[in-house]
């Protein structure tokens, strides 16, 4: 090789290393804003987890997070679902005096991006029970171990300090601004979206091991997605406080009702809230725990029809059957698409037969002179099924069977009139009906 042959060599392997080392631009269109604005529930890995599979690639996902915590098995199945949607995303703790404790700083170690706004916090994610802390130090030290290799897993992944986090789990540590800035452990200080983007652009990142760039479009639009109406209704109840009541009341109306059987109005409304409170502590997943509140809803409303509870079956049944509605069905962006105004004409449908039924019931009853005669067959016209000896008959009234005595001679498929009735012999007396 001559010595002008190999001058050309070594410019064209000089000229390939910026290629080599520049990183994959990764294009975004568009930034898709969600909100934690309470305690990490089922309720809220249903609303990330949503959005995280109906969003378009396109769109960088920013949280936006003000939480004191929440469950330990939920953040975990947050973490696990936005990693495997396999795109970045960011966390932003804000507005002013919000902060990411517990379960919301253990979420932002899974970012690819921290920011947080001045006067925030983030860190003290000790694991504790239910309102107490661990006591048992084999328990407390295996929930502590896994939560710090965890983090220090989730560190490593996306280029940050491993320490920091280990501090907030191991010694509840909790970092203004300021101090995670320092720490580096966070991406920026930023007090408006626009600061955000700016801070955004171009940043680098790792994405299954591979590094990229953030190529944000000119004049990037945000879009807010708030959650629905469901979510919204399963986040009061799936407080670990609120679902621990469920439970216990559940268990109690359970209790009566095999200590006095029949009614089956407060075994069916325990069974409703046992499924609450098993969807709240995660028990039992979310889909199927809404599909058998259908499920029992319509069962409520069938046993109407059969047991005489004055209204509060079919009250349990509505109920039962438009919460799971809710939870299942996510509007236009869930997997399964049933529109709210589907719903509730249905809703409605039923509601309106229910109070149709109770108007002509009423009417009904406003033609009984005595209200206690109501359900007897007083007035009524009917026709002859059998006849047997001495003018007995049986007759078909109002859907019903009686045992009838009349003062004639009637024949078999005769309409009858109803001119007495015995509620203690369960027996009718009839004439023929002119």
Known sequence: MTRQNLLYFIVFVLGLFPQISRATPYEIKQL??????????????????QHFRSIPVSSLIVIKINTPGGLVTTTKDIITEVSRSKRPFAVWITPEGASASSAGAIVASAAHFIFMSPGTNLGAATPVGLGEDIKENDGRSKAMNDLKALVRSLSFARGRPAAPFEEMIDKARSYTDQEALKAKIIDGVVNT??????????KEFKLEGTMRTLSLAPGLAATEHQPTLGQRILEVLANPSTAYILFLVGVAL????????????AGSV?????????????????????F???????CLLVLEVFITSYGLLSIAGVAAFVAGSLFLFHGDAGFISVKYSVIFSTLAG????????????????????TPSHFFLPQDATGQILTKSSNQVYQVKVKGEIWKAISEEDLAIGEQVSVVAVNAQELSIKIKKNF
């Open 32 to 49: 898709s804003i969600l909100s934690i604005n309470s305690a990490i529930t089922p309720a809220t890995y249903d609303y990330i987890s």
């Open 193 to 202: 979206q626009e600061e955000l983007i700016k801070l955004l652009s171009s």
């Open 254 to 265: 359970i209790y009566f009702e095999f200590q006095a059987p029949g009614g089956y109005v």
């Open 270 to 290: 325990g069974v409703c809230l046992l499924i609450l409170a098993a969807i709240a502590f995660q028990v039992l997943p979310l889909d199927w725990g809404s």
């Open 292 to 298: 058998g509140l259908i499920i029992i809803g319509i």
């Open 350 to 369: 039923v509601v309106s037969a229910g109070l149709l039924i109770v108007w002509l019931l009423y009417k009904e009853r406003k033609k009984v002179v």
